[in-house]
């Protein structure tokens, strides 16, 4: 619904506005007449009593079988918008006022499919929705058009305090200023629609034009019958195009090139290269090396790119779209390797890593010695860091002549001195082959601490950084050493610190393979797109991204009451529930926890993402899942949960 609404006879209603007639049958008979669009005020109104009303209105509308034609959107109440959409009411979206709750946060409550409406009555109040981010709001609601008696108190106030209502010259100044589609209303009759047709307004509001009606549907009728004949059908699409097209500001990403071969099956090489670029935020470039026919079983042909071709590729890259960090992969031939090198030093490349692959796990050798010679004498001294797994880096310190047997974590640390010491890059020495952990060292050069006048490699002054990973059993790890190299250059084009971008890799490459993806006969691929995807089990504290800081600028203070519980299941309830509530202890927020209610704080974000994931806890049982959720969205506090508690406890003193 979201780019297809139309705003040409917009109802606004609540069972306050009837006359004591049912709302839900006033809006079946507006739907009858031809309103086009639905608005619910319930005032005052708990979220049950709004909820339940709003099943009732999209039960009139699926009737006529109009969902897909007429939006409904709930007036100011983005809690009971949110649960109504919940439990499955097809409610389109939420319209809210100035003093209301922020649009913003309106928008990552409902989500990117939900319809958001917002007033503003001035040039100023729309000036700031077209500084919202874009994507936020849908269209602005202004008025009044008359003084009313439904909404005394709304008035257009100008900035010397003088007060006024809206006249054509006002309303096509808003229209002209916005950025999305106008509707205009406030106390709008059928004689007042010759006046509106000739703005550029996209269509009225009413209120009691239709409600007070004796008959809501004749009343409807005329208004719509009337608006048609003075404004065409044509500059009604012409306004719905706009409402498709308000939001025309353009973004951009940082450019990530990968230099590799391709996977025929999709799990390694340049695939799962730009796979993990576009899920850590990036947009991916290649050059491709080298094509393969493979699967999980292995690899049944090979054909190597000339490499020529290779360098222009590179070349026309960094022409047009320069990226902004580079992930080599496996390239077999010295001469491929030097048109690399070649290329990458006159674009002045940047954020180089380097996964040089050698070895493969069963201690087999990939590329030939020419081909070593040329990685480690062209690639790895304009590596940002290289990234080899415990049998590459064996191969490297042999190649230098300082072999180091790898059993520790103590001959990881040495390994890795050894390499950046006589490469002069940093050296990421990946855990996993031939050890029982996934813990990885970062071996950095500290030019600060100097060699003490030391000649040897493993003399060079280090700094070390360890990253202690969680292991997964998961048999399907095609792609692990591509994937964790991309997302690290990925993580460096956006700015991170090379340590910072290596955890934030090290996160995405645990996420996907928990994902425990299953394909192939062989070892399969992972799941790349995992973080887009709900959640199926609950996961661990240690695999969880922080909550967000309060100190953070974008932090928005909440406190959630929640309850969560499964529907139809009997003795197993408990155990059920205790993992709901386990999951909710593992989010790192404050909360009191019971065990059948919650009462949680943090960035809003947060609390909606534990709530989330609480839930799919029953739902990857199978069970249906009802969730209770209201939100207390404070921005200016702090600690609530926190000083109620110490509150009580000095009364009972």
């Known amino acids: 619904m979201r780019n297809s609404f139309d705003l040409s006879a917009y109802f606004v209603v609540g069972p306050q506005d009837c006359g004591g007639r049912d709302v839900a049958d006033v809006v079946g008979q507006?739907?009858?007449?031809g309103a086009t669009f639905i608005q619910l005020r319930v005032k005052p109104g708990d979220v049950a009593d709004i909820v339940h009303d709003a099943g009732r209105i999209a039960d009139e509308i699926a009737a006529r079988k109009l969902q897909d034609k007429v939006a409904f959107v709930i007036d100011d109440r983005v809690d009971a918008a949110y649960e109504a959409r919940a439990n499955g009411v097809?409610?389109?979206?939420?319209?809210?006022?100035?003093?209301?709750?922020?649009?913003?946060i309106a928008r990552q409550l409902l989500g990117p499919?939900?319809?958001?409406?917002?007033?503003?009555?001035?040039?100023?109040?729309?000036?700031?929705?077209?500084?919202?981010?874009?994507?936020?709001?849908?269209?602005?609601?202004?008025?009044?058009?008359?003084?009313?008696?439904?909404?005394p108190d709304c008035i257009v106030t100008d900035a010397?305090?003088?007060?006024?209502?809206?006249?054509?010259?006002?309303?096509?100044?808003?229209?002209?200023?916005?950025?999305?589609?106008?509707?205009?209303?406030?106390?709008?009759?059928?004689?007042?629609?010759?006046?509106?047709?000739?703005?550029r307004a996209a269509g009225w509001f009413v209120v009691s034009a239709i409600a007070a009606a004796a008959d809501p549907e004749e009343a409807t009728r005329e208004l719509v019958l009337t608006w048609r004949t003075l404004r065409p059908a044509s500059a009604d699409n012409a306004d719905q195009v706009a409402t498709e097209e308000s939001c025309t500001k353009t973004t951009t990403l940082p450019a990530v090139l990968t230099v590799a071969g391709t996977d025929s099956s999709g799990g390694a090489g340049i695939p799962a290269d730009?796979?993990?670029?576009?899920?850590?935020?990036?947009?991916?470039?290649?050059?491709?090396?080298?094509?393969?026919?493979?699967?999980?079983?292995?690899?049944?042909?090979?054909?190597?790119?000339?490499?020529?071709?290779?360098?222009?590729?590179?070349?026309?890259v960094f022409a047009d779209i320069p990226p902004a960090a580079v992930k080599i992969g496996m390239v077999s031939t010295a001469a491929a390797i030097g048109a690399i090198a070649d290329a990458l030093e006159r674009n002045h490349a940047t954020n180089i890593v380097v996964d040089p692959v050698m070895v493969a796990t069963s201690g087999a050798k990939l590329v030939d010695d020419d081909a070593v010679a040329a990685l480690t004498e062209r690639l790895f001294p304009l590596a940002a860091v290289i990234t080899?797994?415990?049998?590459?880096?064996?191969?490297?310190?042999?190649?230098?002549?300082?072999?180091?047997?790898?059993?520790?974590?103590?001959t990881m640390v040495a390994a890795g001195r050894r390499i950046a010491g006589r490469f002069g890059c940093a050296v990421l020495v990946k855990g996993g082959h031939g050890t029982k952990d996934a813990n990885d060292v970062l071996v950095e050069l500290d030019d600060s601490r100097g060699t003490g006048g030391s000649e040897t490699a493993s003399a060079a002054a280090t700094r070390e950084t360890w990253f202690h990973g969680e292991r997964i059993d998961n048999p399907n790890t095609h792609?692990?050493?591509?994937?964790?190299?991309?997302?690290?250059?990925?993580?460096?084009?956006?700015?991170?610190?090379?340590?910072?971008?290596?955890?934030?890799?090290?996160?995405y490459l645990t996420g996907?393979?928990?994902?425990?993806?299953?394909?192939?006969?062989?070892?399969?691929?992972?799941?790349?797109?995992?973080?887009?995807?709900?959640?199926?089990?609950?996961?661990?504290?240690?695999?969880?991204?922080a909550p967000k800081s309060p100190d953070d600028e974008s932090y928005v203070n909440t406190v959630g009451a929640v309850a969560i519980a499964p529907s139809g299941v009997g003795e197993e309830l408990d155990e059920y529930v205790a993992e709901v509530v386990r999951a909710i202890r593992e989010s790192g927020l404050p909360n009191e926890t019971n065990a059948m209610f919650t009462n949680l704080e943090g960035d809003l974000d947060d609390v909606l993402r534990t709530v989330r994931d609480a839930a799919m806890v029953l739902a990857s049982e199978g069970h249906r899942t009802q969730v209770t959720l209201k939100l207390d969205i404070r921005p200016s506090f702090r600690g609530q949960l926190a000083e109620k508690v110490a509150k009580v406890n000095r009364l009972l003193g």
Not at 90 to 104: A, L, M, N, R, Y
Not at 180 to 198: E, M, N, R, T
Not at 480 to 507: E, F, M, R, V, Y
Not at 517 to 522: F, I
């Open 113 to 151: 499919d939900a319809i958001v409406g917002l007033s503003a009555k001035t040039l100023a109040e729309v000036e700031a929705a077209n500084a919202l981010p874009c994507g936020t709001v849908d269209y602005l609601g202004a008025g009044p058009l008359h003084e009313t008696a439904t909404k």
């Open 274 to 316: 730009m796979k993990t670029m576009m899920a850590n935020g990036v947009f991916a470039e290649c050059a491709v090396a080298a094509i393969t026919a493979q699967n999980t079983t292995g690899v049944q042909a090979v054909a190597n790119v000339e490499p020529a071709i290779i360098g222009a590729q590179i070349d026309s």
């Open 160 to 199: 010397d305090g003088s007060t006024h209502t809206l006249d054509a010259a006002r309303i096509d100044a808003l229209c002209a200023a916005s950025d999305y589609p106008v509707v205009v209303g406030g106390g709008v009759k059928l004689a007042d629609l010759p006046l509106l047709a000739g703005t």
């Open 388 to 410: 080899p797994n415990i049998p590459e880096t064996e191969a490297l310190c042999e190649l230098i002549g300082e072999p180091v047997e790898i059993v520790d974590e103590a």
């Open 30 to 33: 507006a739907l009858d007449g």
């Open 512 to 545: 996907a393979l928990r994902a425990q993806l299953d394909l192939g006969a062989g070892s399969g691929p992972m799941d790349h797109a995992w973080a887009w995807r709900e959640p199926r089990t609950s996961q661990s504290s240690a695999a969880k991204s």
């Open 90 to 104: 097809k409610v389109d979206g939420v319209h809210i006022g100035q003093d209301d709750v922020s649009p913003v």
């Open 479 to 507: 792609g692990t050493g591509c994937t964790l190299s991309s997302a690290i250059a990925s993580n460096l084009a956006k700015g991170l610190a090379l340590p910072d971008a290596i955890q934030a890799a090290k996160d």
